[in-house]
């Protein structure tokens, strides 16, 4: 089995940076695709960003392109999420997720909720305007 815990999320102000992290634990040789998704109460998951397994390819959902980059290191099994510039919008729970598989359809793939196995408790982020 796979975990994965995330970390790094607060109270920060509209205009500021943030980094999430996700750690993974147990059979994290399992892992191949991994990404992050939102999701505020009441909504549906949202799809954040998405990386493959040698970080080649990242994708992102198009509210936060441009503003969030996505990276892991596989040598220390951790995954992040840089977010830069967030705006009240980006309040939310943010869930750290991973697949065994390599998500060959890019954006297709890495944007499914079923897409991934494993998935993190979530860590909260609110940002204040």
């Known amino acids: 089995q796979v975990q994965l815990e995330e970390s790094g999320g607060g109270l920060v102000q509209a205009g500021d940076s943030l980094r999430l992290s996700c750690a993974a634990s147990?059979?994290?040789?399992?892992?191949?695709?991994m990404g992050w998704f939102r999701q505020v109460l009441g909504k549906e998951r949202e799809f954040v960003a998405g990386?493959?397994?040698?970080?080649?390819?990242?994708y992102f959902g198009d509210s936060v392109k441009g503003r969030f980059t996505i990276s892991r290191d596989n040598a220390e099994n951790m995954m992040y999420l840089r977010m830069n510039n967030v705006e009240p919008e980006d309040t939310a729970v943010y869930y750290c997720?991973?697949?065994?598989?390599?998500?060959?359809?890019?954006?297709?793939?890495?944007?499914?909720?079923?897409?991934?196995?494993?998935w993190g408790r979530g860590t909260q982020v609110t940002v204040s305007s």
């Open positions: 997720a991973g697949s065994p598989l390599d998500g060959r359809s890019g954006i297709l793939d890495f944007s499914r909720v079923f897409f991934y196995s494993y």
């Open positions: 990386i493959t397994r040698d970080g080649e390819s990242t």
């Open positions: 147990g059979d994290s040789f399992r892992l191949s695709a």
